[in-house]
């Protein structure tokens, strides 16, 4: 297969340049003006639009077991809507229960995601400590391409990790070359507001952000960063969502810290007004966590992304549908968490971030691939439109619009955070390894097309 993208403007994270691309296979083998190509090759016609590396999401959950249920998209689904939206690439998360083998779990995962029709990889979570785990943690890094672990410092009685676990893993992951990344919330604090809440009757979705305020987050956030500095680990930050837990970073930072923080889209443009919904179909919809926040919370978050204390933008995509969100009708705490957003970061991150001027074309790229890739260890096969890379390329088209529904997205669950906004800037076409797989609303995935990406550990001097 051989395609070439005439006529557009090539943008990576540090500049934007007039380019033809030409891919051959699955990568990309010449980026110039008036670039020569086979008279068999597939011509897009890129003018008036840009062309970028494929996005990176950093945060998903397809097929994941959660809370009695499983979320509604599985791994083609999930990444099939990916590929609608720009995303070629997702950073899935590998969760063991308890007492289970990181290693069993691991290819338990691997085992689903082989249906995924974009890239996968994978962040394993550490729920629990033993020799067993500190073992399995080296057989990951060095046999599985994996380079990243995650701690949930909330979910009391299921995944949390104490500090115990958090200070053993992160200084495994330090001597294995991978960094740790945690769920920055307080759960012994959240469980303790859960059940005083659930005393005083207040059951609905509306009692979902009062046991889960900014203090719960930046405690958490707070502690992750001390304990990372006292062991000299790097650290990442998921869904950071509010004001406290960026202060945190960029006091970090500022000393010279090596953290690094992810914003989701839906935190980045929707409040918490939509947990006071009469409609509690609707409001359980919205039950995430960390939840969503006032627009106080929101313009801190873009500050932080134009400033660069945080880096990636990602969905936390975790979809289940009203009958599942149902099973919490009588009890907040029994909503399933999670909420969608795969196929529609690309274009609300552009459409708020690049159409308002708060980023540019080039910071855009930055944040929704080239950071993601870097911080990561896929950087240059992925996030960057360069001679070598993974042909997985966004055709963006800054013209064109979408209004965002449930009822015409690809996407399961039946519900979108996003539903009744217009996004203006949308992919035209979607290139991975170098097939088109998304073009002008046609989706053309394929099951099983998706590879998993191997991330190699860091050499000793990243830390
Ligand atoms: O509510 C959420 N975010 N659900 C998915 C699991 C997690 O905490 O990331
Ligand atoms: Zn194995
Ligand atoms: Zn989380
Ligand atoms: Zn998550």
């Not at 769920?183 to 207040?202: P, R, S, T, Y």
Request: a negative charge; proline letters at 4%; glycine letters at 10%.
């Amino acid at each position: 297969m051989t395609t070439i993208i005439r006529g557009g403007t090539v943008v990576n994270a540090d500049r934007a340049f007039r380019a033809d691309v030409l891919c051959d296979g699955d990568k990309i083998v010449a980026v110039g003006e008036q670039l020569d190509a086979p008279a068999h090759a597939t011509v897009i016609d890129a003018s008036g639009q840009y062309i970028m590396p494929g996005g990176i999401d950093t945060h998903t959950h397809m097929q994941l077991p959660f809370m009695g249920t499983v979320t509604a998209d599985d791994f083609f689904t999930g990444t099939a809507a990916g590929l609608a939206g720009g995303t070629t690439t997702i950073m899935d998360f590998v969760i063991p229960n308890p007492q289970q083998s990181l290693l069993e779990a691991y290819h338990m995962w691997r085992g689903w995601a082989a249906r995924s029709a974009g890239d996968y990889t994978f962040h394993v979570a550490v729920t629990w400590w033993s020799d067993k785990v500190h073992e399995e943690m080296a057989t990951l890094v060095r046999d599985h391409g994996v380079n990243s672990f995650k701690h949930f410092m909330a979910y009391k009685n299921a995944i949390m990790a104490d500090d115990e676990t958090l200070v053993k893993s992160f200084t495994r992951a330090l001597e294995l070359g991978a960094i740790p990344t945690v769920h920055a919330e307080n759960g012994e604090l959240v469980f303790q507001l859960q059940q005083d809440l659930l005393k005083k009757g207040i059951t609905g979705p509306s009692a979902h952000p009062l046991s889960r305020p900014p203090e719960v987050e930046a405690e958490a956030a707070n502690r992750a960063i001390a304990i990372a500095n006292v062991l000299g680990t790097p650290v990442y930050i998921v869904h950071v969502s509010c004001a406290e837990s960026l202060d945190a970073i960029s006091r970090a930072r500022a000393k010279g810290q090596r953290v690094y923080g992810e914003a989701l889209a839906g935190h980045l443009v929707i409040d918490d007004s939509v947990y006071q919904s009469a409609d509690l179909e609707f409001a359980r919809g919205h039950v995430m966590s960390p939840p969503f926040r006032s627009k106080h919370h929101q313009a801190a978050l873009w500050q932080g992304l134009r400033g660069g204390n945080l880096h990636t933008t990602a969905t936390d995509h975790c979809t289940f549908c009203a009958e599942q969100k149902a099973a919490g009708q009588d009890d907040f705490t029994k909503i399933p968490n999670g909420c969608g957003g795969v196929e529609d970061r690309m274009s609300v991150v552009w459409d708020a971030g690049v159409n308002s001027g708060l980023l540019t074309p080039s910071e855009f790229v930055r944040v929704t691939s080239t950071n993601a890739a870097q911080i990561f260890n896929m950087y240059p096969r992925k996030g960057v439109v360069a001679v070598g890379a993974d042909a997985d390329l966004v055709v963006w088209d800054p013209e064109g619009t979408r209004t965002i529904s449930a009822s015409t997205q690809f996407a399961k669950g039946g519900f979108n955070v996003f539903e009744g906004r217009t996004v203006k800037g949308i992919p035209s076409h979607t290139l991975h390894a170098g097939q088109v797989v998304f073009a002008k609303g046609e989706l053309r995935a394929v099951e099983g097309a998706g590879r998993h990406v191997d991330r190699p550990a860091f050499t000793k001097t990243h830390a």
